[in-house]
């Protein structure tokens, strides 16, 4: 439970809003107090007491300030004066005044509730920003080992949860203990006595809920684990529907989907088994209470030791009490289930973010010289064996590196450590003889564009894709004259502008509406609005066709080598590092240098003929595989 504490505080930052609800809690709870107080003196009106028969409304108000304290205020005589006088016109006004209370309570009751709900929505809606935000900035390692469907079931579902928890204890908690708490004093005015026989067994009612709540909050957790898994499944089968239906997988993924959704429900059960029994066992002891009180009443009343109508009361004031706390029963279990996952919510909030956030870390100053690995290593969570073993490359800046091996061999993964998506395990990665770990990360990928080999496209318009590297850098929103030259270097405008609406063509869920080709030429747009000093490609052009590719690698080159568009970096030389993963001979020609891997080493770079002369791996990957580079389709 210390979690969903954790989290319940932070609904005080809207403290005013939660005092406001708790003082129209108390005002709807005292209206039904002085409701039940109210009753008694129209009894004695009826039924009349074993001092005299029935009393006037003057009578029962003079007897109301001989019974106040000397400090209370009182009834003055002038209003007592002018109240009726008859017994039946002490009942109407009375039967009056509870109608005016009811009403007022009930008002109190709604301003209650809204306010209550304001306040959770609210503090559910900064929680689920505060995980969203949290995950965006956790090292990609860290996420690629809890998985990306298990990170929105939290954020998603478990919020959710949460949210109920909190609904339970601020709105309906509130408003059951205040009317109950209300109910129990009524009934300790009329006779504590017997009111308090009402709270002998509380602590025995408190043992069974918290008992029955621990097993709930453990089913709970298991079962938002399993409903996670369930997200994973159907997100997995519905986003790969194509490769499912092709194979004949409809079966494969229905059963694997049943047999999670099974667990979830044997969990789900665990639940209802101990909801169910917790209200049946509270009637119980409930009755038991009832049946004790009602012995030890009439035995008083037999003695002549109380009066009927009081008894009366005091069972109607508990009767109205056990009724306001009973649902506290469910209440508490559905907080016990908002436990389990503010567990979960807290495990991912709790995770360090990513290294290099720290603003008071130095920027990275524009590159000059090289990017060099200096005997990096690195491992993933859970493999075998490293992806890199003591690789170490030095790239002049201003070259164009082109790295070639088989699947697997750790070309991408030695890509990714220059913009810190991973870190080394050992070793560093230095920009300028520096360790990238003492800039500001997002200082260091400013200079960095980055084609990635699955190609990410986000659902809004052209337009929006290609802009979305300026919002990295703080430009929100990037002039269109800068947006069509990218796509025009990238080849990309051509297409674009042939779709209905031109640059305001939406595009669907993961780049639907455009070909593998088109999405890659629109990533490839998008590196280049960055205007980085390093760019990165890992088979950015594995989806279009030769042609295609020949313009794209003559715009990669126009844009890499400035000196082609008449411009010049420093001493002349060009200004930007282009970085290839390659899968095709002709990307391997444009390089100056070749660098060949093999199982997270590097094991040979030159040139391509120095390369086929000597490296016996290049030549059996120039033959069977770089010769053979698919051509993707348009």
């Given at each position: 439970m210390t979690h969903f504490w954790t989290f319940a505080r932070r609904m005080l930052r809207y403290r005013w809003l939660v005092a406001a609800a708790m003082v129209f809690a108390a005002l709807s709870a005292g209206g039904l107090g002085a409701g039940l107080l109210g009753i008694k003196p129209v009894l004695d009106n009826i039924l009349g007491t074993r001092e005299g028969g029935a009393r006037t409304l003057p009578a029962l108000a003079a007897e109301l300030n001989a019974k106040l304290p000397s400090w209370s205020p009182r009834v003055p005589q002038g209003v007592i004066d002018a109240l009726p006088s008859k017994p039946f016109d002490a009942v109407l006004w009375i039967m009056v005044g509870l109608g005016v209370l009811t009403v007022l309570g009930a008002a109190c009751n709604f301003l209650h509730a809204y306010l209550s709900l304001t306040v959770i929505s609210r503090t559910i809606a900064n929680v689920r920003?505060?995980?969203?935000?949290?995950?965006?900035?956790?090292?990609?390692?860290?996420?690629?080992?809890?998985?990306?469907?298990?990170?929105?079931?939290?954020?998603?579902?478990?919020?959710?949860?949460?949210?109920?928890?909190?609904?339970?204890?601020?709105?309906?908690?509130?408003?059951?203990?205040?009317?109950?708490?209300?109910?129990?004093?009524?009934?300790?005015?009329?006779?504590?006595?017997?009111?308090?026989?009402?709270?002998?067994?509380?602590?025995?009612l408190a043992t069974v809920i918290r008992k029955l709540g621990k097993r709930i909050r453990r089913a709970s957790r298991s079962a938002l684990e399993g409903q996670a898994g369930l997200y994973h499944a159907a997100g997995e089968a519905l986003g790969g529907l194509r490769v499912v239906k092709v194979h004949a997988g409809e079966r494969l993924e229905a059963g694997r989907f049943h047999r999670m959704n099974k667990r979830v429900v044997e969990q789900e059960f665990k639940v209802r088994t101990a909801r169910a029994l917790a209200s049946p066992l509270i009637e119980t002891l409930a009755m038991f209470i009832l049946g004790a009180l009602a012995l030890v009443a009439i035995k008083a009343i037999l003695d002549g030791h109380l009066e009927p109508n009081r008894f009366i009361l005091v069972l109607g004031a508990l009767g109205l009490a056990a009724a306001s706390l009973k649902p506290l029963t469910g209440l508490i279990n559905d907080i016990q289930q908002a436990s389990a996952a503010a567990g979960r919510l807290h495990e991912l909030v709790a995770q360090p973010t990513e290294p290099g956030h720290d603003r008071r870390l130095p920027r990275l100053p524009p590159v000059r010289e090289c990017v060099e690995f200096e005997r990096v290593t690195l491992t993933y969570t859970g493999?075998?064996?490293?992806?890199?073993?003591?690789?170490?490359?030095?790239?002049?800046?201003?070259?164009?590196?082109?790295?070639?091996?088989?699947?697997?061999?750790?070309?991408?993964?030695?890509?990714?450590?220059?913009?810190?998506?991973?870190d080394p395990?050992?070793?560093?990665?230095?920009?300028?003889?520096?360790?990238?770990?003492?800039?500001?990360?997002?200082?260091?990928?400013?200079r960095i564009g980055v084609v990635t080999q699955d190609t990410v496209l986000f659902r809004g318009t052209i337009r929006d894709n290609i802009a979305y590297a300026a919002s990295g850098l703080g430009d929100a929103a990037a002039a269109d004259a800068k947006i069509r030259e990218a796509a025009r270097l990238a080849r990309a405008e051509e297409f674009i502008l042939a779709k209905p609406g031109g640059y305001d063509f939406a595009i669907g869920e993961q780049g639907a509406g455009l070909s593998g080709g088109q999405r890659q030429r629109i990533a490839i747009a998008r590196a280049i609005l960055r205007d980085p000093a390093i760019l990165i490609l890992d088979e950015a052009t594995s989806m279009v066709d030769a042609e295609s590719e020949a313009r794209i690698a003559e715009a990669v080159a126009e844009f890499v080598s400035p000196k082609s568009r008449g411009e010049a970096g420093r001493e002349g030389g060009p200004v930007r590092t282009c970085l290839i993963v390659a899968h095709r001979l002709s990307t391997v020609l444009a390089a100056d240098q070749i660098v060949v891997m093999h199982e997270g080493r590097i094991i040979d770079r030159g040139t391509h003929g120095e390369l086929l002369a000597r490296c016996d791996l290049y030549r059996s990957l120039v033959s069977n595989q770089l010769m053979k580079g698919g051509v993707g389709g348009e």
């Amino acid at each position: 439970m210390t979690h969903f504490w954790t989290f319940a505080r932070r609904m005080l930052r809207y403290r005013w809003l939660v005092a406001a609800a708790m003082v129209f809690a108390a005002l709807s709870a005292g209206g039904l107090g002085a409701g039940l107080l109210g009753i008694k003196p129209v009894l004695d009106n009826i039924l009349g007491t074993r001092e005299g028969g029935a009393r006037t409304l003057p009578a029962l108000a003079a007897e109301l300030n001989a019974k106040l304290p000397s400090w209370s205020p009182r009834v003055p005589q002038g209003v007592i004066d002018a109240l009726p006088s008859k017994p039946f016109d002490a009942v109407l006004w009375i039967m009056v005044g509870l109608g005016v209370l009811t009403v007022l309570g009930a008002a109190c009751n709604f301003l209650h509730a809204y306010l209550s709900l304001t306040v959770i929505s609210r503090t559910i809606a900064n929680v689920r920003r505060e995980a969203f935000h949290r995950v965006v900035h956790l090292p990609l390692r860290t996420v690629l080992r809890t998985g990306p469907s298990d990170i929105v079931s939290r954020i998603v579902y478990d919020s959710a949860a949460l949210g109920a928890g909190f609904n339970a204890l601020l709105s309906r908690a509130v408003a059951q203990v205040t009317k109950g708490f209300a109910a129990m004093c009524a009934a300790f005015w009329f006779d504590w006595r017997l009111a308090s026989i009402a709270l002998i067994v509380a602590p025995l009612l408190a043992t069974v809920i918290r008992k029955l709540g621990k097993r709930i909050r453990r089913a709970s957790r298991s079962a938002l684990e399993g409903q996670a898994g369930l997200y994973h499944a159907a997100g997995e089968a519905l986003g790969g529907l194509r490769v499912v239906k092709v194979h004949a997988g409809e079966r494969l993924e229905a059963g694997r989907f049943h047999r999670m959704n099974k667990r979830v429900v044997e969990q789900e059960f665990k639940v209802r088994t101990a909801r169910a029994l917790a209200s049946p066992l509270i009637e119980t002891l409930a009755m038991f209470i009832l049946g004790a009180l009602a012995l030890v009443a009439i035995k008083a009343i037999l003695d002549g030791h109380l009066e009927p109508n009081r008894f009366i009361l005091v069972l109607g004031a508990l009767g109205l009490a056990a009724a306001s706390l009973k649902p506290l029963t469910g209440l508490i279990n559905d907080i016990q289930q908002a436990s389990a996952a503010a567990g979960r919510l807290h495990e991912l909030v709790a995770q360090p973010t990513e290294p290099g956030h720290d603003r008071r870390l130095p920027r990275l100053p524009p590159v000059r010289e090289c990017v060099e690995f200096e005997r990096v290593t690195l491992t993933y969570t859970g493999a075998a064996t490293p992806a890199l073993r003591e690789v170490s490359l030095r790239i002049p800046h201003g070259s164009t590196y082109a790295f070639v091996g088989p699947n697997g061999c750790g070309k991408t993964t030695l890509l990714s450590l220059i913009p810190r998506l991973f870190d080394p395990d050992s070793g560093r990665v230095c920009i300028d003889g520096r360790d990238v770990r003492e800039f500001n990360i997002r200082s260091l990928r400013r200079r960095i564009g980055v084609v990635t080999q699955d190609t990410v496209l986000f659902r809004g318009t052209i337009r929006d894709n290609i802009a979305y590297a300026a919002s990295g850098l703080g430009d929100a929103a990037a002039a269109d004259a800068k947006i069509r030259e990218a796509a025009r270097l990238a080849r990309a405008e051509e297409f674009i502008l042939a779709k209905p609406g031109g640059y305001d063509f939406a595009i669907g869920e993961q780049g639907a509406g455009l070909s593998g080709g088109q999405r890659q030429r629109i990533a490839i747009a998008r590196a280049i609005l960055r205007d980085p000093a390093i760019l990165i490609l890992d088979e950015a052009t594995s989806m279009v066709d030769a042609e295609s590719e020949a313009r794209i690698a003559e715009a990669v080159a126009e844009f890499v080598s400035p000196k082609s568009r008449g411009e010049a970096g420093r001493e002349g030389g060009p200004v930007r590092t282009c970085l290839i993963v390659a899968h095709r001979l002709s990307t391997v020609l444009a390089a100056d240098q070749i660098v060949v891997m093999h199982e997270g080493r590097i094991i040979d770079r030159g040139t391509h003929g120095e390369l086929l002369a000597r490296c016996d791996l290049y030549r059996s990957l120039v033959s069977n595989q770089l010769m053979k580079g698919g051509v993707g389709g348009e």
